[in-house]
């Protein structure tokens, strides 16, 4: 068990480091690259877990497809380095107990979920994350909203290519 | 040895990743020999010939000028992305040969192990998560070389990666469907059928329970899409020397060029594997299992090959020609006859990888065959073919397997 705690406690590491970097990083290419970091980490938090397929979904669709779009187009746009701007005054006089309240509010949702929580993860069943059970339950406890999010997804595609096309004309 | 014992399952795969970088290494230096080697023959010229009898030594003079050449960093270059590059494509190349099987399960000294070096029942999944990284590679290189050309190349590359990635993963859905699985082992054995040989393989679909389906179409889509990829000719926009120098490796040179050079021949064996194990039955034999005599086919390539060496080389112009080429020669012979005369086992266990190696070299051949007859795609129609044609015919096979199959397990 120690040898996966390790594991996770490096991925989970570099994927907060990741985070943290994308925000810092003044060149959008270097924040796409962070946050390429922060998917492959999570790719392997999933691995961990036993969610194979999640994980190799994970790389291929997010790490992959979505974020060689971000790539593509921070090239094809050539954006620049960002410049610095002083802190509104608002911000740095509220930032601290925002993030003071949001820190509290997740920790305790973290320790209500553990003191919930009656037994070992899920994933840790094995049959559950095999692809095969996968995708029998996606095509029949969860057809309908897997059928709706594609249906989402079709709908989001035709609104691309129709704002695509007002601007040609 | 049992003291070693409790170590195998961390010693062994160790040997196996040393034992298949230093062939696949070898491998792609030989590889750019035969591409040279057989365009110029396609050309009507002679290829390298001056270094090394057959110019079999220019991989080496080639790798001793990568390591001496200068390497010279040009101004302005963003230095995270340039250094990283390299590397990065080099890492994903070498590192999706891992999930191929090269054979059936072997058992050495009573150990039984996988002809691979990881077996895991996504590897398909995982080598396409890994090609989806590899233009992060190209891309980077092109965007931080501060150069024009590189960042065009770069452009050009994710463009392309992003229209053919998705041909690429629909043409082996039917494959998948057939197979019910997403383990290349397993695939390769799905393709077995005892008594009719190569008609079991995914290409033609005769399979064991007459639950195939010819796989003709998705080969297609999928070899095409692979050298797309792969950004091979007729797909090389990326690096078209004629209208971008060299695309995105412009600025490189030494051995960073070199990286993204092995990286691109890399990528070119672990494609051809992998249209090997989906559509040409991996590592079986193109025979019956009762035709056991074909199991000498080794030795009988082998052995007339490397007696036409000693015969070539004995009449070679220089001296060094006339020693080493008759020495190869031998060797093979050697090698071929000692089969003939080792214990059965030998025999048996060097077929799958024999044709697994048979049918990786055919597919190679056909790559630098394409590389030398057909010219360079212009940009819009590499994105109309993709798109327009590739696209729909990979889809539309999806949907005529799964037809054909539920209408087989209906009936």
């Not at chain 1, 980490?41 to 974020?67: K, R, T």
């Not at chain 1, 954006?79 to 925002?98: C, D, Q, W, Y």
């Not at chain 2, 052995?303 to 020609?321: A, H, V």
Request: proline letters at 4%.
């Amino acid at each position: 068990m120690s040898a996966v705690l390790f594991i996770f406690f490096v991925l989970a590491g570099l994927a907060v480091f990741g985070a943290v970097a994308l925000i810092l990083q003044s060149h959008p290419i270097h924040s796409a690259l962070s946050l390429i970091l922060v998917m492959l980490c999570l790719a392997g938090l999933y691995l961990l877990m036993g969610a194979e397929f999640v994980a190799a979904v994970q790389i291929i669709v997010y790490g992959g497809a979505v974020m060689v779009l971000f790539v593509f187009v921070i090239m094809l746009l050539n954006a620049g380095e960002e410049e610095r701007t002083n802190f509104s005054k608002l911000a740095s006089f509220a930032i601290v107990p925002l993030a003071l309240a949001l820190a509290l509010a997740v920790a305790g949702l973290i320790a209500a979920a553990i003191a919930h929580s009656t037994s070992q993860m899920p994933a840790a069943s094995g049959e559950l994350t095999s692809t095969r059970e996968l995708s029998k339950l996606l095509f029949s406890t969860f057809v309908y909203p897997f059928e709706l999010t594609s249906f989402l997804i079709l709908v989001a595609i035709l609104g691309a290519i129709v704002l695509a096309q007002r601007e040609r004309n | 040895m049992s003291t070693l014992a409790p170590y195998a399952f961390i010693l062994v795969p160790l040997i196996k990743v040393a034992l298949l970088v230093f062939i696949v290494l070898t491998a792609d230096a030989y590889l750019t020999w035969l591409e040279r080697k057989v365009i110029g023959h396609i050309q009507a010229r002679w290829g390298p010939y001056r270094v090394g009898p057959h110019g079999l030594l220019q991989p080496l003079a080639d790798g001793v000028k990568f390591i001496l050449k200068e390497d010279p960093m040009p101004e302005g270059v963003d230095k995270k992305a340039y250094f990283f590059a390299p590397f990065l494509t080099l890492m994903l190349a070498l590192t999706s040969l891992a999930v191929i099987p090269f054979g059936p399960d072997v058992t050495i000294l009573g150990y039984k192990t996988n002809f691979g070096i990881a077996d895991i029942n996504i590897s398909l999944l995982a080598l396409f998560a890994i090609t989806a990284l590899s233009v992060y590679g190209i891309a980077l290189a092109g965007w931080g070389s501060n150069s024009k050309y590189s960042l065009l190349g770069g452009l050009r590359s994710s463009a392309q990666m992003i229209s053919y990635e998705l041909s690429m993963t629909l043409s082996v859905v039917g494959v998948l469907l057939m197979a019910g699985t997403l383990s290349l082992k397993e695939i390769v054995e799905m393709q077995h059928y005892s008594s009719y040989g190569f008609l079991g393989w995914n290409i033609i679909g005769f399979t064991k329970d007459h639950f195939g389906f010819t796989q003709i179409i998705g080969c297609l889509c999928f070899f095409i899409s692979a050298i797309a990829e792969t950004n091979r000719v007729p797909f090389d926009l990326p690096e078209a020397e004629s209208e971008l120098v060299a695309g995105y490796h412009t600025e490189y040179a030494s051995m960073k060029f070199a990286m993204f050079f092995i990286g691109e021949y890399t990528a070119m064996i672990t494609v051809s594997s992998l249209s090997t194990i989906l559509f040409f039955g991996g590592w079986l034999s193109p025979f019956p299992d009762s035709w056991t005599i074909t199991q000498y086919l080794p030795s009988v390539i082998l052995i007339p090959l490397g007696l036409w060496i000693i015969f070539d080389g004995i009449r070679y112009e220089t001296i060094f020609g006339r020693i080493m080429l008759p020495g190869v020669g031998t060797v093979l012979t050697l090698i071929g006859a000692g089969l003939f005369l080792l214990p059965p086992w030998v025999n048996q266990t060097i077929q799958g990888p024999f044709w697994f190696f048979f049918k990786v070299f055919a597919a190679l051949f056909f790559y630098i065959w394409m590389r030398a007859t057909l010219p360079r795609f212009r940009y819009d129609q590499l994105m109309d073919f993709g798109w327009k044609l590739l696209l729909p015919v990979s889809i539309a096979n999806v949907i005529l397997t799964s037809a054909v199959l539920f209408w087989r397990t209906r009936g």
